[in-house]
């Protein structure tokens, strides 16, 4: 049986080495290869000003899409799982119509609603309410909003696992003691469905890091992350041992904080 199911996982292991690992393997040898052999693009990467405000850019910038992100999720599955009819249409809807538009076509969204001339600009300077636009792309406002919008549905699915799966007398018990709705959502709901945040928070994160299309478009160059700044070390600064360098920094990275994190929630994502 066991040599059957390899016969049959055989082919798809092949793809995925010949797909992920070589590659891996490749810019992990351009990395030290790179003018030269050793581990200056490594010293480089890890020392640069610029590479360094970038790294740290990046983590600022994922950490408030995260949180804004699976927030926003948690309020829209609740309405999912235990809204009323109509609302839980209107959240599939929010839910299911982002998955049908690229992300190159919400970036340009954003920007026709956000910029000096968009949408949103000239309505509040007609209305008498602003004299002269605000500054809402091409910073690090632009490049947030634009993820979030993203990354909300991916983080519902997880939510929504978890809210299923809490038991409905556990809250019944806790009603029946006289508890309020709000201490029974903290106290009591909201506790059982930390599994499912967990695996929101992993899943949005590891996702945010690698954002390339949202932060060049919204960001207008002037809110680099680390995805872009190996884009232009690649093509338009031809730097391959520095780019490699900083690839494998990042996927060690994201391998470090997902080996964290499934270590914390391994018992109750199962």
Do not use: K
Not at 150 to 176: H, K, N, W
Not at 257 to 264: D, E, G, P, S, V
């Amino acid at each position: 049986m066991s040599l059957n199911r390899f016969a049959l996982l055989g082919p798809l292991l092949l793809f995925l080495g010949a797909t992920y690992l070589l590659p891996l393997i490749g810019i992990a040898r351009l990395s030290v290869t790179e003018p030269e052999f050793g581990l200056s693009q490594y010293r480089a990467a890890l020392t640069d000003p610029l590479v360094q405000s970038v790294f740290w850019r990046t983590l600022r910038i994922c950490v408030i899409v995260t949180a804004v992100s699976v927030a926003a999720a948690y309020v829209l599955t609740f309405l999912w799982v235990r809204g009323g009819r109509l609302a839980r249409t209107f959240a599939e809807l929010a839910i299911l119509i982002p998955f049908w538009i690229s992300v190159l076509t919400r970036a340009f969204g954003w920007l026709a609603l956000l910029s000096n001339r968009g949408v949103v600009n000239t309505w509040l300077q007609d209305l008498g309410l602003l004299s002269v636009p605000l500054a809402m792309v091409r910073n690090e406002f632009g490049v947030v909003v634009g993820m979030v919008h993203f990354l909300i549905p991916f983080a519902v699915f997880p939510l929504a696992t978890a809210m299923r799966s809490v038991d409905e007398r556990v809250l019944m018990a806790a009603q029946g003691m006289g508890a309020s709705r709000f201490r029974i959502f903290w106290q009591v709901y909201f506790p059982m469905t930390l599994p499912g945040v967990g695996g929101a928070v992993i899943l949005v994160f590891v996702f945010a890091l690698g954002f390339f299309v949202t932060p060049a478009l919204l960001g207008g160059g002037r809110s680099v992350m680390v995805a872009e700044l190996i884009y232009l070390r690649i093509f338009q600064i031809p730097d391959w041992g520095l780019a490699s360098a900083m690839s494998v920094i990042l996927m060690v990275a994201v391998g470090a904080l997902l080996w964290q994190m499934l270590r914390r929630f391994a018992g109750q994502l199962r």
